[in-house]
């Protein structure tokens, strides 16, 4: 292994920390202090620098732009009781960045290059992570085709930045969701598990149809005649039926969350069964007949878990149970939370734990 090359830190003269009322943290406006960026030029990921965060100067024929070599992920970290900051499951974010990476053609880096960078970031904007309860820092690792010229081509320089913000306790409302029969997120052998910007563009449409009809998102399918079900918004789905949690099988369809693999875990640790296989349009009708349909949700690192109420299949409502603080998927939820705080054992080794 080589030795971790050393990070240039230039700080800020002007923090905005002061400016931050850390009771009422919007979701995705403030950013913290600095971030950090690294080139990959002449085939190797150069050092990375901390700057203070601030626009970059960009050509109008940087690739990214045009041809979409883009690739981000999203991940969170906390105040533990102790005082002490853990980033959530670093390197499962770290292998699938690598895994959309390779589908965006774009060059791979290595763990250690992320996660110093990583690490070293977030210290140095320890202050920024809120410690009020349900609050996190929001990390948004990215990288994008940054050569400059317009030809249709794979780019050979890219820019890798992370940068952080502050983030509240994230309510929804449970969901009113419709199981979209019309418009696809992702096609087998297409994009659809790699976490790219693509993606979220080629979903915004369908969605903004949805919510006009009185949707909060849709639910997206692989488009057979069963309509089997993929995904919920960008959030991967799971469903209570008779007490196993269904949720369907990863393929290249389905985005590989953190979110559910952390629940499927935290259910099989709690002696929840917990099957992965396909679930369509069908059997969530018969189950909802049979008064088998206990709870349906979203997991995703923004919300932890989105409870859904209301699940439209071809034009009809099938309304579930009403969601109460028993759901057993708010159990995991709690427990996921604890788990992040230090309020449980961390068995897994999920948290990389940071001294500020
Ligand atoms: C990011 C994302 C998820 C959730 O993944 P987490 O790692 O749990 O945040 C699910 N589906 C899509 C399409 C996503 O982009």
């Given at each position: 292994m080589i030795a971790t090359e050393k990070i240039m830190i230039e700080k800020t003269?002007?923090?905005?920390?002061?400016?931050?009322d850390f009771n009422h943290l919007p979701f995705g406006s403030i950013m913290s202090d600095h971030m950090l960026v690294s080139d990959y030029i002449d085939g190797e990921w150069g050092s990375s620098s901390i700057i203070p965060f601030g626009n970059i100067a960009m050509s109008p024929t940087m690739l990214a732009l045009h041809y979409g070599q883009i690739v981000f992920e999203g991940m969170k970290a906390f105040k533990m009781k102790d005082g002490s900051i853990s980033i959530f499951r670093v390197e499962k974010h770290y292998d699938r960045f690598c895994k959309s990476m390779e589908r965006m053609c774009i060059p791979a880096m290595s763990f250690d290059h992320f996660n110093e960078a990583l690490k070293t970031l977030i210290k140095l904007d320890?202050?920024?992570?809120?410690?009020?309860?349900?609050s996190s820092l929001y990390i948004r690792p990215f990288v994008f085709?940054?050569?400059?010229?317009?030809?249709v081509k794979v780019a050979e320089e890219y820019k890798f930045i992370i940068f952080s913000g502050p983030v509240g306790p994230y309510y929804s409302n449970p969901l009113k969701v419709k199981v979209e029969?019309?418009?696809?997120r992702a096609a087998r052998?297409?994009?659809?598990s790699a976490k790219c910007a693509g993606n979220y563009g080629g979903a915004f449409y369908p969605s903004s149809l949805a919510r006009k009809e009185g949707f909060d998102q849709v639910l997206w399918t692989d488009g057979s005649a069963d309509l089997n079900i993929e995904e919920s918004g960008t959030m991967n789905v799971m469903f209570m039926i008779n007490d196993v949690f269904v949720t369907p099988p990863l393929s290249d369809s389905i985005l590989d969350g953190v979110t559910r693999d952390s629940f499927i875990t935290i259910a099989k640790d709690m002696g929840i069964k917990i099957e992965e296989r396909k679930i369509g349009a069908p059997e969530l009708i018969s189950a909802h007949e049979k008064g088998i349909l206990q709870e349906a949700f979203g997991t995703g690192t923004a919300a932890v878990v989105a409870p859904i109420q209301v699940i439209n299949i071809k034009g009809k409502d099938y309304t579930l149970p009403t969601v109460k603080d028993s759901n057993v998927a708010l159990k995991i939820k709690q427990r996921l939370l604890d788990i992040r705080l230090g309020n449980a054992p961390d068995k897994n080794n999920w948290n990389t734990i940071i001294k500020p």
């Open positions: 003269k002007n923090s905005r920390l002061g400016e931050v320890a202050a920024w992570v809120p410690g009020t309860e349900g085709a940054s050569e400059e010229r317009f030809g029969d019309k418009y696809r052998g297409g994009t659809g």
